[in-house]
């Protein structure tokens, strides 16, 4: 008799939990989000990993990238995720500056966002040249998720948001990250916008999941920033990018029509007073 529980029935996802998915092959479901309304929603709606991204500075700060928001910030959206969140697995972006320092700096930002969020891990990008950082975490008891490929924190060195890894010296070091992050006991990794036959040979080469971005079809499991997902972000086209509702649209109208009503004097009505 099979003790697996379905989907439904699993009452937190965990660590153990997601490496079981990918042993068995079913696909991971993860979405970001920053505050208790949309996690409750997120979390309601099924999701296995909701990660609290850096991509706060950009979606919600409204930042040209992801490198202003501060610890201070990502604690605070953290927590509000991890109030909405009661089945999900809740992993928290180490913000840049956070981290990259020493490993003392990368263990006590660790430290401060699971005491004080409440958040069951983080997630911080790069590879070997962080990898004191993420033993160190680790050494604490505090999963990580690596985040490799297009790593938004290095964008000044980048230049370029375009697809990373095509050549073969980077899609070698690549692999020695990915293998690395797993030899050091990493739970999982984002692999960012690389393309789709190498994130086939990593995952086939690392036991433990990966979870992608623009990064084709052979992940282990999938993520998407929540604001594209649902059309409120309109002007951001990647090619990776599936909507999945226009919400943009929906909102507008809907914020045009109270507009309307409130100068018409429609609103509110008689019924809607007291
Ligand atoms: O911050 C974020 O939203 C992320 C995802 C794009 C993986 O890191």
Redesign the pocket.
Known sequence: MSTQLSSAEIKRVTTHVIQEMKNRGEKISAL?AYDYSMARIVDGAGIDII?V???ASNVIAGHET?LPITLDQMIYHAQSVVRGAKRAFVVV?LPFGSYQGNSEEALRSAIRIMKESGAHAV?LEGGLEVKESIVRVLSAGVPVMG?LGLT?QSIYKFGTYTVRAKEETEAEKLMQDAKMLEEVGCFGM?L?KIPAALTKKVSASVNIPTIG?GAGPHADGQ?L?LHDLLGITKEFKPRFLRRYADLHTIMNDAIANYVKDVKSNDFPNIKESY
């Open positions: 970001t990660l991204g850096d991509s992801t972006d997630k985040h938004p984002v960012e971005i993520i920033v």
